[in-house]
Each structure stands twice: as structure tokens, then as C-alpha cells.
């Protein structure tokens, strides 16, 4: 497995836990980072991503609560949740892979993934 994360775990609403994606080398010589979620019984959902150009993107509903910071020195990509809520719910997982250009954008592969790290948010 090219990436693992670690960091999940069960919190109150309003708490805060940091999940940690970390990567060999190799992997995290790819440029394209991201963070998914996915809730049980619903589908994957992308919520911030680097396009290895500078650009980092937030899905609305964790701009302001969610922070994503990087070691590149250990290959390790860090997500620190803040103000949890029972709608993050999810199991969470962290993916790299090749990028295209598509004439507006880089777009990634999503070749390389973790296993995931549960996070459980209780009312």
C-alpha cells in the first residue's frame, strides 16, 4: 500500500482530531494530492486537493475547519479537524497519483490510495 493513514478515531461534536496520510518517497514524488471521505452508504467524496502547482482546493463544507499541511521531508500529508461535526462521519482516506493537463486544470489519476482511517462523530 503506497499511503497510510492513521489519526481516526470517535469524538464528541465540536472536537478535533488530526489524520495523518504518510507516503514512501516514490509516491510522494507524484504531484497530485488529495483528501476523500466516504460515509457509509454514500459515495466517495473529494474534499481538498493539490494540484502540485500551488493550487489547494476546499470543498465548502470544511473551508474554515479543516486544515491540510504537508512534511515533505517525511513524505507525510497531515489533516487536522477542527469543530467536528456528526455529518463528517466518514471513513477517510488520502490519494496521489499521475496528472493530465486538460487545457484548464491538472487532473489526477487517483492511481495510489490508503486502506482509510475511520472517524466517528457523535452528537
Known amino acids: 500500500v503506497p499511503l497510510k493513514e492513521s489519526g481516526g478515531g470517535s469524538v464528541q461534536s465540536g472536537g478535533s482530531l488530526k489524520l495523518s496520510c504518510a507516503a514512501s518517497?516514490?509516491?510522494?514524488?507524484?504531484?497530485?494530492l488529495a483528501w476523500f471521505r466516504q460515509a457509509s452508504g454514500k459515495g466517495r467524496e473529494e474534499f481538498w486537493k493539490y494540484d502540485g502547482d500551488g493550487k489547494t482546493w476546499y470543498a465548502d463544507d470544511v473551508k474554515g475547519r479543516f486544515i491540510i499541511s504537508q512534511d515533505i521531508a517525511s513524505y507525510s500529508l497531515y489533516l487536522q479537524m477542527n469543530r467536528l461535526k456528526p455529518e463528517d462521519t466518514a471513513m477517510y482516506s488520502c490519494?496521489?497519483?499521475?496528472?493530465?493537463?486538460?487545457?484548464?486544470?491538472?487532473?489526477?489519476?487517483?492511481?495510489?490510495w490508503g486502506q482509510g482511517t475511520q472517524v466517528t462523530v457523535s452528537s
Open positions: 518517497g516514490a509516491t510522494y514524488r507524484r504531484y497530485f
Open positions: 490519494a496521489t497519483g499521475g496528472r493530465t493537463w486538460s487545457g484548464t486544470g491538472w487532473n489526477c489519476d487517483y492511481s495510489d
